[in-house]
């Protein structure tokens, strides 16, 4: 097979860990005769340094005619007080509404040779999916300042349709046919008109998906229910804001945010994909980043785009091995480097 790739290595560590990942990629491409072109471009503050935008209209043309996309992260303290439209996030939203990736799939597992980095005394063996609306939501609801009654003020708005909310649901119900058959959806019906459309949206859903065990949850009690009891969930479906919360809160049961990869996925098989974690400039440069959530990313490219099931297993495999070497990064408690991880990840293949 023949893939046409856009990379976004962005900012931050976002260059080192992209090219481990890419490595990796080509090995496996290598033993199952695939051919893979890259296609290197701007995005985020790499590309506001060098045109003035987060997202130039090269880089999402480029994308729109790849197979699909690997981005590494963007951000970093360096664009932290532009102006809301300039930031290099923009260019991670952007690419996500242009493609019209409105589903974000977020699995995140307690992989057994880091059962003691969870940082829960006493935790069941647990594998959640995140299933997180993308393109929806408060991110891309209408905002900005006006003059109030007490002086300057600021506004952001949640809206879902209903056509928004069931293309998720359908997602989220699919994958739970296929896994353990339960989801839960997240939301705040309790206060939010929106959750309460989300609410009935998924209600009237669950009727057609009567293998699936169905339950609402309102998020601050998802957000307990996690800590205290992570093997209760199967799929969680969630809104874009509680989806981006509780996300980095389930990786941090994990071990290390590290480790958690991530699919954007619309109605073509062109993916988006891209570890959950952001630039990190803290370590950038160093060599030190852990490169597992964006090698598990392409895995999950192989799997959802390309349905290259085995290409997909043999990557998974062998990074479950090299965990199980007891190989590790810094951020789960061990000493080797992006370099020296991704060559034993390569060996395991
Ligand atoms: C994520 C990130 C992004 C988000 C930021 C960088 C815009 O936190 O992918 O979870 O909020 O979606
Ligand atoms: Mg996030």
Same mark, same amino acid.
Not at 77 to 82: A, E, H, M
Not at 229 to 233: C, D, R, S, T
Not at 277 to 280: D, K, L, M, V, Y
Not at 305 to 308: C, E, I, N, P, Q
């Given at each position: 097979m023949r893939i046409n790739l856009a990379l976004l290595k962005g900012d931050g560590i976002g260059p080192e860990i992209v090219d481990s990942a890419c490595h990796v990629l080509d090995t496996v491409a290598r033993r199952y005769s695939h051919d893979i072109a890259y296609t290197s471009l701007l995005a985020g503050g790499c590309a506001i340094d060098a045109?003035?935008?987060?997202?130039p209209k090269e880089t999402l043309d480029e994308c729109l005619k790849s197979d699909s996309v690997l981005l590494g992260a963007v951000g970093g303290?360096?664009?932290?007080?532009?102006p809301g439209h300039l930031r290099p996030e923009k260019a991670l939203l952007g690419v996500r509404k242009a493609l019209g990736l409105y589903a974000n799939i977020r699995p995140a597992k307690l992989y057994s040779a880091l059962a003691d980095r969870c940082p829960l005394r006493v935790v069941d063996d647990f594998d959640i999916l995140i299933v997180r609306e993308l393109t929806g939501g408060i991110y891309f609801g209408e905002s900005g300042r006006r003059n109030g009654q007490y002086g300057e003020e600021a506004f952001d708005t949640e809206c879902y349709s209903e056509k928004e909310i069931e293309r998720i649901g359908r997602v989220a119900f699919e994958a739970a046919k296929k896994r353990n058959k339960k989801l839960t959806s997240i939301d705040k019906a309790n206060v939010l008109e929106s959750s309460r459309l989300w609410r009935e949206t998924m209600h009237k859903l669950s009727h057609e998906y009567k293998e699936v065990e169905y339950a609402d949850m309102l998020v601050d009690n998802a957000a307990m229910q996690l800590i205290k009891?992570?093997?209760?969930?199967d799929v969680i479906v969630t809104s874009n804001m509680f989806g981006d919360i509780l996300s980095d809160e389930a990786s941090q049961?994990? &071990? #290390?945010?590290?480790?958690l990869p991530s699919a954007s996925l619309g109605e073509s098989t062109r993916g988006m994909y891209e570890p959950i974690? &952001? #630039?990190?400039p803290d370590i950038?440069?160093?060599?030190?980043?852990?490169?597992i959530a964006t090698i598990l990313s392409v895995a999950m490219m192989l799997r959802y785009?390309?349905?290259?099931e085995k290409e997909a297993d043999c990557i998974e495999n062998a990074v479950v091995k090299t965990l199980d070497q007891e190989y590790f990064t810094g951020d789960i408690g061990g000493k080797m480097t992006n370099n020296e991880i991704t060559d034993k990840i390569i060996e395991n293949l």
């Open positions: 045109t003035g935008v987060p997202l303290p360096k664009w932290d007080t532009l009891n992570p093997a209760q969930f049961l994990t &071990g #290390s945010i590290g480790m974690h &952001g #630039s990190a950038a440069g160093k060599g030190i980043a852990n490169p785009s390309f349905s290259l």
